[in-house]
Nanobody
Framework: EVQLVESGGGMVQPGGSLRLSCVAS????????LSWVRQVPGKGLEWVAS????????YYADSVNGRFTISKDNAKNTVYLQMSGLQLEDTALYYC?????????????????WGQGTQVTVSS
């Protein structure tokens, strides 16, 4: 069974940090692009960052570049999103996604696998 299981969300004050984790199972982690995608209630999905499971090539959305860091641990089949300098507008449900084709695919239907999401709330 294929699974992507996110964790690490929570509530944090502006300027704070959180680290999200996504544990993958049931597919060959190293042959996929692993991405983080977020959704604010009432708004569309926003691609956040991607990393290739083999090459480690990384891409970021402009809105998070310099504040967020995506990384992976192939031994644990896990991808991380270290979020620093969190802002109110980073509040969203964060999803982990995987596909074999390319990075920056934000729609669920464009990805092969999709997690259940973890909530990040930035509030003072």
């Amino acid at each position: 069974e294929v699974q992507l299981v996110e964790s690490g969300g929570g509530m944090v004050q502006p300027g704070g940090s959180l680290r999200l984790s996504c544990v993958a199972s049931g597919f060959t982690f190293s042959t996929y692009w692993l991405s983080w995608v977020r959704q604010v209630p009432g708004k569309g999905l926003e691609w956040v960052a991607s990393i290739h499971g083999d090459t480690g090539m990384i891409y970021y959305a402009d809105s998070v570049n310099g504040r967020f860091t995506i990384s992976k641990d192939n031994a644990k089949n896990t991808v991380y999103l270290q979020m620093s300098g969190l802002q109110l507008e980073d509040t969203a449900l964060y999803y982990c996604a995987a596909n074999r084709r390319t990075y920056a695919l934000r729609e669920r239907r464009e990805n092969d696998y999709w997690g259940q999401g973890t909530q990040v709330t930035v509030s003072s």
